[in-house]
């Protein structure tokens, strides 16, 4: 777990960030895995919150090949006030697939199971809150 710990941040402005992980071997670094790009409102921005939490309604699925299912995420907003932040800080809910040999999820949360096999879909908000959800295919 990576913590931001500065002091002199604008608590009004809204935030964007992104983790690069780098491996270094004989002083030459590489680049190993960049996480997606996130986007945190600062605790006093006057129009815009952030998710507080995230839930979906089964992390599990056992397909068979060529059936659908589809993941139902709910959030909820840290201030029921305000708006979570716009699209142009991407969508609220995002979809990462660990084995998209084995399943598709669309930008909707559709899975498609293709061939047998296991992966693993991330579901996760535009401030970085995530939850796993195993998909087997048989």
């Known amino acids: 777990r990576l913590k931001l710990n500065k002091k002199k941040l604008i608590k009004k402005k809204v935030f964007k960030f992104k983790i690069l992980a780098y491996n270094t071997v004989d002083g030459k670094e590489t680049l190993v895995i960049k996480s997606p790009v996130v986007y945190i409102a600062g ?17 599990t699925f056992n397909l068979q090949k060529g059936m659908t299912a589809k993941i139902s995420p709910k959030l909820t907003r840290v201030s029921k006030k305000k708006d979570l932040l716009p699209l142009s800080c991407g969508p609220k809910i995002s979809y990462f697939n660990t084995n998209k040999s084995v399943a598709d999820v669309g930008l909707d949360g559709t899975i498609t199971a293709k061939e047998a096999g296991t992966s693993s879909i991330y579901v996760y908000t535009h401030n970085g809150k995530f939850k796993k959800v195993n998909v087997t295919v048989q």
């Open 43 to 59: 605790s006093t921005h006057k129009k815009y919150t952030n998710a507080k939490t995230l839930k979906v309604a089964s992390t």
